[in-house]
Nanobody, 122 residues
């Protein structure tokens, strides 16, 4: 099982940018899809973005398309989420996840991180 640990969450003003990182255990990291999810207060966990093993395909929720970018560096066993033009409604706990991208897009994953808090102030 892949071990995942997120970092980078903090308080940021609306319109600002933030980059999240997710470090993964090395074993089979490069062969598995990765994704980001978020859970806002009082809501369920929602898909944000996913990337396949060789970065040839990426997928985004409509709410973040054009503002967020997912990427990965297999040499560093790390996946990233660059978030631009942040809005207060982006406030949530952000989770890194591992699994086939088709599975990630429907809210399922083989492994989950513990989450990192992102707060966007208006």
């Amino acid at each position: 099982q892949v071990q995942l640990e997120e970092s980078g969450g903090r308080l940021v003003q609306a319109g600002g940018s933030l980059s999240l990182s997710c470090a993964a255990s090395p074993r089979t990291f490069s062969t598995i899809g990765k994704g980001w999810f978020r859970q806002a207060p009082g809501k369920g966990r929602a898909f944000v973005a996913a990337i396949n093993w060789d970065s040839s395909s990426t997928y985004y929720a409509d709410s973040v398309k054009g503002r967020f970018t997912i990427s990965r560096d297999n040499a560093k066993n790390t996946v990233y989420l660059q978030m631009n033009r942040l809005k207060p409604e982006d406030t949530a706990v952000y989770y890194c996840a591992s699994g086939p991208t088709g599975k990630l897009q429907i809210g399922l994953a083989d492994s989950w991180g513990q989450g990192t808090q992102v707060t966007v102030s208006s």
